[in-house]
């Protein structure tokens, strides 16, 4: 019978396996992701949730909140916030791509 120091062996074992192919993962997606001054930030409105994190780490205040009407008819909310870039400002330092949790911010031309 496995015991438990060698199920915990085996599990740490994985973890670190999978760490390192997500890691893999991560860095090739970074690796494609286009930035500089030549490109600029987009939102899927459909797929911003409104958490803030994009607002919270961009330090060029490029990206701002406004209010929106859910278009849910399960949910009633009176105020929905999605995000949206100011080209103008943004410098195209993907660190809003890398932050948001849906992945509803693309890099595009400018």
Do not use: F, H
């Not at 278009?71 to 993907?94: H, L, Y």
């Amino acid at each position: 019978m496995t015991g438990i120091p060698d199920l915990e062996a085996r599990r740490a074992s994985q973890q670190k396996r999978i760490r390192i192919m997500l890691d893999a993962m991560r860095a090739e997606d970074q690796a494609k992701l286009k930035g500089g001054e030549t490109a600029v930030a987009w939102v899927k409105e459909e797929q911003c949730i409104g958490c803030d994190q994009c607002t919270i780490v961009c330090d060029d205040d490029a990206i701002e909140l406004y209010d929106t009407p859910l278009a849910s008819p399960i949910m009633e909310i009176d105020v929905n916030r999605k995000a949206r870039i100011i080209r103008d400002e943004c410098t195209g330092c993907q660190l809003c791509v890398l932050a948001c949790p849906t992945d509803a911010i693309l890099m595009i031309d400018r």
